[in-house]
């Protein structure tokens, strides 16, 4: 008899109990729907995307957990059961005093930083994802982005390339240009490849911030993901569980701000927590302004209950294994044929350089605008540039434009909803169209809204 081998293959940890039909489409109608979109990929009808990377966030699959954790919600205007097992939830992982529930991350960041910044002040983070810089900059402060040098460094693989500059952020707490009311890790650092941060380094820049009498925040959208690469990567966290190795990153933290739409595993949702007393009843003065009565936030009570159950399932090992594991194949795949990323592949993302990818096409005709369109005409497949036209800018003096560092397209992994025929099927459409990258051409601005511009311009071919 043989001897009996052991099996590789990582399996999607669950069976489909429901499921949802995805369209084809041809290639006569893709051209005609790009087309009418504006070449803008956010216009397009999602019911005309066959395999939809556009984001991660709320686009994930509910458990029947979760889904019976809906039918307990409670409805209850005020002082809801859902909210006492919410808080139960984010109280034993997270560990923080006060729990504000917010119907998604930009709520608790709006919140946040309307309670804590003035004008002139600076909030230094690895790199802070775009709404948290939208709300600082609205307040009046600056949001300083400290990514560490590996990070900025596409192409190479570390482990922790999510990391904050430590030094940078000692010479900024020791000099600081304005106040800094607070200090932020994003976690895992989105964009900055989906790349993760190390325990040693979210220590670190605790304990600088606390020596500086500055509060230490963790954007903690994707904790779960962060928790699994630790005990995966740092040496001495390998036999541990992942909600303890959460629960030690948050020891670290005076707070957090939380979309519950990703390692929350639920389709809405989010909350800002903290351990001062003082700032949390601010908090909860203009959380009633527009979000809600403090014991509901914005949401339901069924959505509460859904946050309360998908906190859990994020941290089961079984669970991460397959997640990061799934994201990994992809990224790999494309890459073992030529294809350049972000190395190593992110946590909820795999990250195409279009410039390089596309040397041909400069930067200010978007090589990442060209290839998610190009994308989307071969198979259907929604992706969202993270370049030029998402974060470029403009020059104040000479009103020129001005490129963002990088033109990447990212391919962002919903949760729990596709298989690995999908993500296969993804593999070899991006190889049809990098085998005929040469061909592809760039697009001209025919308009452009005054903010976020990326979610509504339009663009012609050149
Ligand atoms: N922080 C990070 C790191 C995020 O990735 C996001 C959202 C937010 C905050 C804001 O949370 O959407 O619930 O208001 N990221 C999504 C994405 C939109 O596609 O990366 P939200």
């Excluded at 004008?119 to 994802?129: E, L, M």
């Excluded at 933290?253 to 003082?278: H, Q, V, W």
């Amino acid at each position: 008899m043989r001897k009996p081998r052991p099996i590789h293959t990582v399996i999607e940890p669950f069976r489909i109990k429901s499921i949802e039909p995805i369209r084809m489409t041809t290639r006569d109608e893709r051209e005609q729907h790009i087309r009418d979109s504006g070449y803008n990929v956010f216009l397009l009808n999602a019911r005309d995307v066959l395999i939809d990377l556009l984001t991660d966030s709320g686009t994930g699959a509910m458990s029947a957990e979760q889904w019976a954790g809906v039918m307990r919600g409670d409805e209850s205007y005020a002082g809801s059961e859902s909210y006492y097992r919410f808080k139960a939830a984010v109280q034993d992982i997270f560990g923080f005093r006060n729990v504000i529930p917010t119907h998604q991350g930009r709520a608790a960041e709006r919140i946040l930083f309307s309670t804590v910044c003035r004008p002139g002040d600076v909030i230094p983070n690895n790199t802070h994802f775009d709404t948290t810089r939208a709300n600082i900059e609205f307040t009046g402060a600056e949001a300083r982005d400290l990514p560490c040098a590996e990070g900025v460094d596409l192409a190479t693989p570390g482990p922790f390339k999510g990391n904050i500059d430590l030094a940078a952020l000692e010479r900024l707490l020791e000099d600081p240009p304005g106040r800094i009311p607070l200090a932020m890790i994003t976690v895992t650092n989105n964009s900055g490849g989906g790349q993760p941060v190390s325990m040693a380094n979210i220590r670190a820049a605790s304990e600088l911030c606390r020596a500086h009498g500055v509060p230490f925040y963790i954007d903690a959208c994707r904790f779960a993901e962060n928790s699994y690469f630790i005990q995966q990567r740092e040496e001495g966290y390998g036999d541990t569980p992942l909600i303890d190795i959460a629960r030690e990153m948050f020891s670290y933290a005076d707070g957090a701000t939380m979309s519950a739409k990703k390692d929350g595993m639920a389709n809405i949702g989010g909350f800002l927590a903290t351990n001062d007393d003082e700032l949390a009843a601010q908090e909860r003065d203009l959380l009633i302004l527009t979000e809600g009565f403090p014991t509901y936030g914005g949401l339901a009570g069924r959505d509460l209950d859904a946050v309360a159950v998908g906190l859990y399932e994020a941290l089961e090992p079984d669970y991460q294994k397959y997640r990061i594991a799934s994201t990994a194949y992809l990224g790999e795949h494309i890459s073992a044929a030529g294809v350049p990323i972000v190395q190593p592949p992110g946590g909820h993302a795999v990250y195409i350089d279009a410039a390089a990818m596309c040397p041909h096409i400069p930067t200010l005709e978007f090589p990442g605008i060209s290839l998610a369109i190009e994308l989307y005409r071969e198979a259907g497949i929604r992706s969202v540039e993270i370049g030029s036209v998402m974060f470029g800018s403009t020059d104040p003096e000479t009103g020129e434009p001005v490129a963002a560092r990088n033109e990447l397209v990212r391919l962002a992994i919903p949760r729990r909803v596709y298989t690995q025929s999908h993500i296969d099927y993804v593999v070899e459409a991006i190889l049809n169209v990098y085998d005929r990258r040469e061909a592809m051409r760039g697009y001209r601005i025919t308009y452009e809204p005054a903010f976020l511009r990326h979610f509504t311009t339009r663009f012609e071919p050149l």
